[in-house]
């Protein structure tokens, strides 16, 4: 079993910059596909990014070029740093380990002037 706990999230001005982490515990983060999703209300929870475990990553085109996703297996940690910010990146993001689709409980992100 994996344990997921985020970290990281909170009240942004526009054009501000937030770092996620993800810290995984129970089992080894290397072995695990790591994604970052996030959900608005009402939503169905979207993916924002994701990185294998060779280390190649993805992202949606809304957050290409803006936001980054990373692991350090040593940490057991994955990491979303977020720069220039939007209002439309307000939402509460997860992270997910696969296989086995474990879910972290979320952190709130709000990007509000």
């Known amino acids: 079993q994996v344990h997921l706990q985020e970290s990281g999230g909170g009240l942004v001005q526009p054009g501000g910059s937030l770092r996620l982490s993800c810290a995984a515990s129970?089992?080894?983060?290397?072995?695990?596909?790591m994604g970052w999703y996030r959900q608005f209300p009402g939503k169905q929870r979207e993916l924002v990014a994701y990185?294998?475990?060779?280390?190649?990553?993805n992202y949606a085109d809304s957050v290409k070029g803006r936001f980054t996703i990373s692991r350090d297996n040593a940490k057991n940690t994955v990491y979303l740093q977020m720069n220039s910010l939007k209002f439309e990146d307000t939402a509460v993001y997860y992270c997910?380990?696969?296989?086995?689709?474990?879910w972290g409980q979320g952190t709130q992100v709000t990007v509000s002037s």
């Open positions: 997910k380990a696969d296989p086995g689709l474990h």
């Open positions: 129970g089992r080894v983060l290397s072995f695990y596909v």
């Open positions: 990185i294998t475990t060779g280390g190649s990553t």
